[in-house]
């Protein structure tokens, strides 16, 4: 189930209009209840969940997400949301300074949300994890940059995702001070801005002009548009950003000696922390890692034994293309016989595993060039002994070659490829 559920909700949202938001949530949740429809509730629920995660209502927050949990592991069915209540988990934790907590929730819904092809999900988690305190700049890019590939990918009407998603990888960049990469967004993330002028997208933009003047040591301009921000910033009850702007203002405060101000500022963020820090919750998905995340975990800490910088590898995912759904024997047939064509090629093979039910994972060292006619030649010769009608299609994706040292972000360049050939 894909992460927007109601584009209307995201809009009004989007637009700042809450008590419409909340109004039209509860308009739900009693047409779930008068008709009995148990899934409808859950939706509600998730929707009502969203919006005191907006908010910082983290005490409400907490109760909807037992509920969700309660709704899903009651009712089988149910298992399609599995990703969204992993990714409310991880934003909850993220919220309340549970930040390991919060990394290993965003890691479920991407495990999860990949096996679905929920690229909005993915967008969503990567985008929220790349924020973590623990991720170093590096890793914070590239997991930003998977964000926004799959905002692309998955969105198409409103353009919130991407935006978003552009947002976040702009302020990473300024905070890696990569100025340059910050700016070359600038006109892609204006031009999203005027067709689609959300307020709370807005005001994120002008935070991140505030670290723009940090980076530049502006810091009268810190103060000047700092100041205003924050009144808009509190009006909006945007308190995530309000947070970030304080602290720069703060600093610009400190840099220009103008210290009467500082104390005042300081507690108020004091007393955001402090109370971040006493609505942290725990709850029952913290310890429940789906099956299939533990056998991706596994082959990733054997891949990236030869993932480094300096070593070039490739990420090669094979996905089976069916009109009928192929159970678990017929699929392990496929791969087999795929994996005795390709052991006959010229192809370096680092290590392979089963990803999913219909996707086979390889390591390989060859460019896309070297290894295309190799691919090409496994795939027909395999095809061409299958009984049933398939399609064996494949995406690679190459760390220098597409300037992405991680494995996540090689896996998600895959996963577009496989997603274009598909649509």
């Not at 500082?262 to 006493?278: C, F, G, N, S, T």
Request: some cysteine.
């Amino acid at each position: 189930m894909e992460f927007q559920l109601h584009n209307d909700l995201q809009s009004i949202v989007a637009n700042g209009r809450f008590t419409e938001a909340y109004r039209y949530v509860e308009q739900l949740l009693q047409e779930a209840t008068r008709t009995n429809n148990l899934e409808l509730q859950l939706t509600g629920y998730i929707q009502r969940l969203t919006l005191h995660l907006q908010l910082q209502h983290f005490e409400a927050a907490a109760t909807d997400l037992h509920i969700c949990e309660q709704l899903m592991n009651e009712h089988e069915a149910f298992k399609i949301y599995e990703s969204l209540i992993y990714y409310a988990s991880g934003t909850l934790n993220a919220l309340t300074n549970n930040p390991q907590v919060a990394h290993t929730q965003f890691s479920h819904a991407i495990s999860i949300a990949y096996e679905r092809g929920e690229w909005l999900t993915l967008s969503a988690a990567y985008t929220k994890m790349s924020l973590l305190p623990q991720i170093h700049s590096q890793e914070a890019i590239n997991l930003a940059r998977t964000g926004v590939l799959f905002a692309k990918v998955g969105e198409l009407k409103h353009g919130l995702y991407v935006t978003r998603a552009l947002l976040t990888l702009t302020q990473i960049y300024l905070q890696a001070a990569q100025v340059d990469d910050a700016l070359a967004l600038c006109d892609e993330l204006q031009q999203l801005l005027e067709k689609h002028p959300y307020i709370r997208e807005q005001l994120y933009a002008e935070t991140i002009m505030l670290h723009y003047y940090v980076f530049q040591q502006q810091f009268e301009g810190v103060i000047e548009k700092g100041t205003a921000l924050l009144e808009k910033l509190q009006q909006s009850n945007e308190y995530d950003l309000y947070a970030q702007a304080l602290s720069l203002v703060i600093q610009a405060f400190e840099e220009t000696n103008q210290l009467e101000r500082i104390p005042m500022l300081k507690q108020q963020y004091e007393a955001m922390h402090d109370r971040r820090q006493q609505q942290s919750f725990k709850n029952e998905l913290n310890e429940q890692a789906p099956s299939h995340f533990d056998g991706l975990k596994a082959f990733k800490k054997r891949a990236e034994q030869f993932t480094t910088q300096h070593d070039g590898y490739a990420l090669l995912l094979f996905f089976i293309e069916s009109e009928k759904p192929l159970p678990y024997e017929e699929t392990s047939v496929i791969f087999n016989l795929l994996h005795t064509n390709l052991q006959k090629t010229n192809l370096t093979f680092l290590a392979h595993n089963m990803f999913e039910t219909h996707k086979m994972l390889y390591v390989v060292k060859e460019t896309f060039d070297e290894a295309a006619l190799s691919i090409e030649q496994a795939i027909t010769n395999t095809v061409a002994n299958v009984e049933q009608p398939i399609h064996l299609l494949f995406g690679h994706a190459h760390n220098v070659e597409h300037e992405t040292y991680s494995f996540s972000g090689c896996l998600a360049l895959c996963h577009a490829y496989l997603y274009y050939k598909r649509s």
